[in-house]
């Protein structure tokens, strides 16, 4: 249970501090974007790789 947290909580902050960092180089007052997309593509990407096949 605790690497599967450890594994969320540094995750969603890696990939938020990649989405600001990106977004801030690409485009003026792109941190705050960056961020969303960075947690949203982290979530979605790690929700499909955990899902079960059927």
């Not at 605790?2 to 969603?12: E, N």
Request: glycine share 12%; net charge positive.
């Amino acid at each position: 249970m605790f690497r599967t947290i450890a594994i969320w909580v540094f995750g969603l902050i890696a990939s938020a501090l990649a989405g600001m960092t990106i977004g801030a180089v690409l485009m003026e007052q792109g941190a705050g974007l960056g961020l969303i997309a960075g947690l949203a593509i982290f979530t979605i990407a790690r929700l499909l790789l955990t899902m079960p096949r059927s």
